[in-house]
């Protein structure tokens, strides 16, 4: 099938997938329970949700195993599981998606400091490269290091990566806005530093994922693309900004809402279009068409 970065240097805009805790929860998991083990427990169920996304257009689709790291394990016993569970979760996307699509398999943040000193960079390689060997094995066609707030460690997985595994490297870091009007990470990273840092790591693509709609995520965008033109962006974006209601998340932007401002994301400079919290298969689908026509325009 070839690789990510060889079609986006085409010029073709991909689509990727959207949420899937939101989904999970829709088909029964309880609060507490461990995301990542349904790959073993519910298999069929995670590859109906990656069935779901490709169904709905996305040209790729992710993988349970966001808490699929040793240290995340770890919390619900399960850190001798490793292996096993991020095999599984790839297997079960590539069944969801079919042999046509990419799997871009999910590794999230640990939640362990460095700066704490919870956890070396080896520690952290080690636990890693554990996650990446295991997803490849399970057919994945890249990794999408994600959700990522500290340098250090979105280094430590993208290494730990391109020097175990032959895996294609998407890195996304999460920002808030500032009251100065700038964009950070948690732990003060800006897009463009966070773009540096990745970009020497040796990430393939790069970009944004969760805390922002499109609307802010254009800026994001933006940003990158000033410091780093010829940088490939992935964006997953929410549903716009969560509103509370009755205790509970809810994302305001319809289908409809994402869709409108799919070619404005473009324009800024991304090159994969996809969603996070709050964005189902409607919201992909929406998007995708959006993309499809964006692409047929500007077809060489």
């Given amino acids: 099938m070839g690789k990510i970065v060889d079609v986006l240097k085409s010029g073709k805009i991909l689509v990727s997938d959207g949420a899937w805790g939101t989904f999970l929860y829709e088909k029964g998991m309880k609060a507490g329970e461990c995301p990542d083990a349904w790959s073993l427990d519910r298999f069929d ?7 779901s996304y490709a169904d709905a257009g996305a040209d790729m689709v992710e993988s349970n195993s966001f808490g699929g790291s040793y240290y995340k394990l770890e919390h619900f016993g399960l850190q001798d599981k490793v ?7 790839a297997k079960a996307s590539r ?14 943040p640990t939640g362990k400091l460095l700066v704490t000193e919870e956890v070396t960079e080896d520690d952290l390689y080690n636990t890693f490269k554990e996650q990446a060997i295991a997803l490849e094995k399970g057919g994945a066609d890249a990794v999408c290091v994600e959700t990522m707030s500290d ?10 990566t ?56 254009i800026d994001i965008v933006k940003e990158m693309k000033a410091a780093y033109p010829n ?3 992935l964006v997953h974006a929410n549903a716009g900004l969560p509103e509370n209601r009755n205790g509970k998340d809810f994302f305001p ?18 090159n994969i279009v996809g969603g996070c919290c709050g964005t189902t298969p409607a919201h992909i689908a929406a998007m995708s068409k959006v993309v499809e026509n964006y692409n047929k325009r500007h077809a060489a």
């Fill in 151 to 160: 340098a250090d460690e979105a280094k430590c997985a993208i290494r730990a």
């Fill in 162 to 217: 391109k020097e175990n595994t032959n895996l294609e490297v998407i890195a996304t870091f999460s920002f808030d806005k500032t009251v100065q009007g700038d964009y950070k990470t948690m732990m003060g990273l800006s897009p463009t530093d966070a773009a540096k840092e990745a970009l020497e790591a040796g990430a393939d693509v790069i970009g944004t994922n969760c805390g922002n709609g499109i609307e802010r995520m």
């Fill in 231 to 233: 940088a490939f962006i």
């Fill in 95 to 108: 069944k969801g998606a079919g042999p046509d699509k990419f799997v871009i398999a999910s590794i999230g």
């Fill in 253 to 270: 932007e319809t289908p409809e809402m994402m869709a409108d401002q799919v070619e404005s994301l473009i324009k800024a400079g991304t």
């Fill in 83 to 89: 292996t096993e569970i991020n095999e599984a979760a």
């Fill in 45 to 51: 169920d995670v590859v109906d949700i990656a069935k």
